[in-house]
């Protein structure tokens, strides 16, 4: 029988960042990002500079929001949870790696 389905601690689907538009070119930071990242695992993000690393860590914390995807963190899309608990969240893995 197959690995056992569970529900990512983290999942990015369809990630598209854009900046820009209007009187300014608009321009992706970020293209088609599919992740999925399950609790006990250990992701590095890594890559050159401007890259988009930071686009797309500051999209999980949801300090901006996607041009286009969903990221998920627990099967709960960012956009419905409150900006506290996304505070939290962080803090919380923070004291982890203590």
Known sequence: ??????????ELKGIRKSY???DSPQVDVL????????????VAIVG????????LMRLIARFFDTTQGSVRIGGVDVRKMARACLT??????????G
């Open 1 to 10: 029988m197959g690995a056992e389905m569970t529900t990512p601690l983290i």
């Open 20 to 22: 820009g538009g209007g």
């Open 31 to 42: 293209r088609g990002i599919d992740l999925s990242i399950h609790a006990g695992e250990f």
């Open 48 to 55: 050159a500079s401007g890259s988009g690393k930071t686009s």
């Open 88 to 97: 939290e969240i962080g803090r919380a893995s923070g004291r982890e790696r």
